[in-house]
């Protein structure tokens, strides 16, 4: 396993890789498998709870996440190729933030509880319902997947702020 370098918005090269629409997975196979290992170390080392490929650069369709709370034993899961099949209309507002978007944190309003299918770590077929954190998660990983960040659901004002202090504190780190 080897930790990936996150993509982050201060960065413009990163932004356009960010912005892609992820391909779906063709085979669970053991390339991807190391990828989702990758994947799960680099998201712990973070640390974060949920990350999507293409935030380590790979704009596939896949998803790790864990959460489990601190103290807890690990709940790694692997998501591949997800897709939801019902979305509650009751919503459910979260103080989201994001590996990409670095000390940026703003509620997040989104369906409360969801249906999803998707392939596991062992290429199984998965259908699951999610609800509070679990079904934050999933929407906001899912969003990655489609080329959009959570600041995408905030007002524009709200959007330039936060990439002006990500880009404002990465400069301050690099100097
Ligand atoms: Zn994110």
Not at 63 to 77: H, S, T, W
Not at 89 to 102: A, I, M, N, R, T
Not at 166 to 172: C, F, G, I, T
Request: hydrophobic fraction near 40%; proline fraction near 4%.
């Amino acid at each position: 396993m080897s930790l990936r370098r996150i993509l982050t918005v201060d960065n413009r090269a990163d932004i356009a890789v960010l912005k892609q629409v992820s391909k779906p997975v063709e085979a669970v196979d053991d390339a991807l498998r190391a990828l989702m290992d990758d994947m799960l170390e680099t998201m712990y080392a973070a640390p974060g709870i949920g990350l999507a490929a293409v935030q380590v650069g790979e704009p596939v369709r896949v998803i790790v996440m864990d959460l489990a709370r601190e103290g807890e034993e690990k709940q790694p899961r692997f998501f591949v190729n997800p897709q939801f099949t019902w979305k509650s209309e009751e919503l459910f507002v979260y103080e989201e933030g994001c590996l990409s978007v670095p000390e940026i944190y703003d509620e997040v309003e989104r369906p409360a509880k969801v249906k999803l299918t998707y392939l596991n770590y062992a290429g199984e077929k998965v259908e699951e319902d999610a609800e509070g954190l679990y079904a934050v998660c999933i929407q906001h990983e899912y969003d990655h997947l489609e080329g959009v960040l959570f600041i995408d659901h905030l007002s524009r004002l709200k959007r330039e702020r936060a990439l002006k202090k990500v880009k404002k504190d990465a400069q301050l780190s690099a100097a």
